[in-house]
């Protein structure tokens, strides 16, 4: 089975700061990635998706993420963070073609001050 | 329409109460899921129905029933809880339940158990 590892559980940041938080996963076969955003209160947003092409993939509010597949990893960042990105933020993963039930990393909780 | 929307938004009910939560979604998706999450943790899979058929139960006490009247509801009767049972239960659906397809959240239902 697979399983998602997300480094950072905490972060802090000023605005402006730039982000990047790590997603590493365990499976050799093909995968599809996912990150999701959880605002205080308010319910998960699907913020990009990676499923197949280019590795570079660009999300809602200004997100990216990278899929390095010889690292198993599907980084996310940001270039310069707003208070407003202040959330919970899930990396999941599923296997292509097998378990469609996505596995979920157990988040990391960025905080950026004004 | 992207939505899936779940009602109520909050609930609180003693152990000896019978209450429902329902979910809705309009985009014709043939896979509902029902997940628990804690604050701040990642949601833990509850219940899987594929196309109307209860697929996959992640060893849920029988105090939680789910039921999938149609294509587009899905409800979970909730009897008997216990306190430790309060969190957000979330629906989730997506178009299938294999293949590239990524999961549409609802915004939950915050229930407390006193």
């Known amino acids: 089975a697979q399983s998602v590892s997300q480094h950072n559980h905490h972060v802090i940041l000023s605005e402006a700061a730039s982000l990047e938080l790590g997603c590493n996963y365990s499976y050799g076969g093909t995968v599809n990635l996912f990150w999701y955003v959880q605002y205080p209160g308010q319910h998960l947003q699907l913020l990009l998706k990676?499923?197949?092409?280019?590795?570079l993939v660009k999300g809602i509010k200004g997100f990216e993420a990278e899929f390095i597949k010889s690292k198993f990893s599907f980084n996310l960042r940001k270039p310069s963070v707003q208070w407003s990105d202040t959330a919970e933020y899930f990396c999941a993963v599923n296997v292509s073609g097998g378990s469609y039930i996505p596995t979920f990393g157990r988040g990391t909780s960025l905080i950026v001050h004004p | 329409d992207t939505e899936v929307t779940q009602t109520p938004k909050h609930l609180v009910m003693g152990m000896t109460n019978k209450k429902s939560l329902k979910c809705e979604q309009h985009m014709g998706h043939r896979a509902m899921y029902w997940y628990k999450q804690k604050a701040k943790k990642p949601p833990e899979l509850m219940f899987v129905?594929?196309?109307?058929?209860?697929?996959i139960n992640e060893s849920v006490p029988s105090r939680f029933s789910p039921e999938c009247p149609n294509s587009s509801l899905l409800n979970l009767h909730l009897h008997a809880l216990q306190p430790e049972d309060s969190a957000l239960y979330l629906c989730?659906?997506?178009?299938?339940?294999?293949?590239?397809?990524?999961?549409?959240f609802g915004p939950g239902t915050r229930l407390t158990v006193t």
């Open positions: 129905y594929s196309y109307e058929k209860l697929s």
């Open positions: 990676y499923f197949s092409g280019d590795p």
């Open positions: 989730a659906s997506s178009h299938k339940t294999s293949g590239t397809y990524e999961q549409y």
